[in-house]
Nanobody, 123 residues
């Protein structure tokens, strides 16, 4: 059974930083590209960042480029999202997702999802 468990969310002031973690089990992480998405109530899930199977390629959504970084540790089956210069519009539930093979910006192309972690950015 595949599980993705996110952690690291919380409340942060505008301009602050948070580091999200996603720990995977039940799969060989190096077989999967990993993505981070975020969602606010009433809106579709938004692609935030993705990383290739071995970390050699990354891709970011326009809203976070230059402020967020993504990394992974296949040995420890973990993926990380470092979020800097957070703004109130970054308030959302952040989800970790796994896609067999390559990165995609489309949520429908991901095979497994975590339950999400809430990030709240105060102004």
């Amino acid at each position: 059974q595949v599980q993705l468990v996110e952690s690291g969310g919380g409340l942060v002031e505008s301009g602050g930083s948070l580091r999200l973690s996603c720990v995977a089990s039940g799969l060989t992480l190096s077989d999967y590209a990993m993505g981070w998405f975020r969602q606010v109530p009433g809106k579709e899930r938004e692609f935030v960042a993705g990383i290739g199977r071995h970390g050699g390629s990354t891709h970011f959504g326009d809203a976070v480029t230059g402020r967020f970084t993504i990394s992974r540790d296949n040995v420890n089956k973990s993926v990380f999202l470092q979020m800097n210069s957070l703004q109130p519009e970054g308030t959302a539930v952040y989800y970790c997702a796994a896609r067999y093979m390559g990165i995609s910006v489309s949520e429908s192309r991901y095979d497994y999802w975590g339950q999400g972690t809430q990030v709240t950015v105060s102004s």
